[in-house]
């Protein structure tokens, strides 16, 4: 029987909603989700309707002329640009996640769990990776297959599995001297079937919790290559991508600026709330 019972994560999940600043967190970052997907619905403005009825384009905010949060300097809705900018990012973060996960995950148990000369060549696979350029590498995948919402998050958890790996495998090395993995082992079950049942439910708790470090790192990572005008592109945007227009325009359009900045820093913001959250919740001194 290994310790991934079901009693343990129900007691976490009772610690986390005793955290307030987390249960705080994930209140907000629920209903930014939800003005982000209602946002374009109930406006009259689509993401690339231009409004030339005003003078000058670039609008500042105000409920009479229906644009909350103003005009880009392109007559379009800001409010609904940073809805679908804040849907895009993280669609982005959370693809690029799972991508990053499941490889780091399946690397990590694997290797930690082999051990010995398997685990040597895993492992020194990730120390060369990790000696290559992690932006330089994806910036020439994006220019070399083209410039894609698919290419972006696959590139990024392509290569952001490797601190995963190693957190997983450590891990996996320390399971792999406990009881419940030699029964395992005694009773002749495939080394895929232990690592599958008995290594990967047990290293859950950790790989959560650093799945929320990860899609701010994913976030910010993505906003850096769209303000370097690699990532989403037109007709889509990014919070990224907004923050690079705004800051073109900082001085005389500041709402521009100031509106995707606070929606990216609020998530930013939430999501670390949570990690902490979590991290606490899952802590086995607290068991």
Same mark, same amino acid.
């Given at each position: 029987?290994?310790?991934?019972?079901?009693?343990?994560?129900?007691?976490?999940?009772?610690?986390?909603?005793?955290?307030?600043?987390?249960?705080?967190?994930? !209140?907000?970052?629920?209903?930014? !989700?939800?003005?982000?997907?209602?946002?374009?619905?109930?406006?009259?403005?689509?993401?690339?309707?231009?409004?030339?009825?005003?003078?000058?384009?670039?609008?500042?905010?105000?409920?009479?002329?229906?644009?909350?949060?103003?005009?880009?300097?392109?007559?379009?809705?800001?409010?609904?640009?940073?809805?679908?900018?804040?849907?895009?990012?993280?669609?982005?973060?959370?693809?690029?996640?799972?991508?990053?996960?499941?490889?780091?995950?399946?690397?990590?148990?694997?290797?930690?769990?082999?051990?010995?000369?398997?685990?040597?060549?895993?492992?020194?696979?990730?120390?060369?990776?990790?000696?290559?350029?992690?932006?330089?590498?994806?910036?020439?995948?994006?220019?070399?297959?083209?410039?894609?919402?698919?290419?972006?998050?696959?590139?990024?958890?392509?290569?952001?599995?490797?601190?995963?790996?190693?957190?997983?495998?450590?891990?996996?090395?320390?399971?792999?001297?406990?009881?419940?993995?030699?029964?395992?082992?005694?009773?002749?079950?495939?080394?895929?079937?232990?690592?599958?049942?008995?290594?990967?439910?047990?290293?859950?708790?950790?790989?959560?919790?650093?799945?929320?470090?990860?899609?701010?790192?994913?976030?910010?990572?993505?906003?850096?290559?769209?303000?370097?005008?690699?990532?989403?592109?037109?007709?889509?945007?990014?919070?990224?991508?907004?923050?690079?227009?705004?800051?073109?325009?900082?001085?005389?359009?500041?709402?521009?600026?100031?509106?995707?900045?606070?929606?990216?820093?609020?998530?930013?913001?939430?999501?670390?709330?949570?990690?902490?959250?979590?991290?606490?919740?899952?802590?086995?001194?607290?068991?």
């Amino acid at each position: 029987m290994t310790d991934a019972s079901p009693g343990i994560y129900a007691a976490a999940w009772r610690r986390l909603g005793r955290n307030r600043a987390a249960v705080a967190a994930l !209140v907000a970052l629920a209903v930014l !989700v939800v003005v982000s997907m209602a946002g374009p619905v109930v406006s009259s403005f689509s993401i690339d309707h231009v409004d030339w009825s005003l003078s000058p384009l670039a609008s500042p905010p105000g409920l009479a002329n229906g644009h909350w949060l103003g005009t880009d300097g392109n007559g379009r809705d800001l409010f609904v640009r940073v809805c679908a900018g804040t849907q895009v990012s993280l669609l982005v973060a959370l693809l690029a996640t799972a991508v990053s996960l499941l490889i780091g995950v399946a690397w990590g148990a694997t290797a930690g769990y082999l051990g010995g000369r398997v685990d040597g060549w895993m492992m020194r696979v990730v120390d060369v990776l990790y000696a290559l350029p992690y932006m330089f590498f994806v910036i020439i995948l994006t220019v070399v297959f083209g410039r894609s919402l698919l290419l972006i998050f696959l590139a990024i958890g392509a290569v952001g599995w490797l601190t995963m790996a190693r957190i997983v495998r450590g891990q996996s090395l320390a399971l792999r001297q406990q009881a419940f993995v030699d029964a395992a082992i005694t009773l002749g079950l495939p080394a895929r079937r232990i690592i599958a049942r008995h290594i990967v439910p047990n290293v859950i708790g950790t790989v959560v919790v650093y799945a929320t470090l990860t899609v701010p790192q994913v976030i910010l990572f993505e906003s850096f290559l769209s303000f370097l005008g690699l990532g989403v592109q037109e007709p889509l945007t990014s919070l990224g991508r907004l923050v690079a227009e705004g800051a073109l325009e900082m001085e005389a359009a500041p709402w521009q600026l100031l509106a995707p900045s606070a929606a990216l820093a609020l998530i930013l913001l939430c999501l670390n709330f949570v990690g902490d959250g979590l991290r606490d919740a899952l802590d086995p001194r607290q068991r």
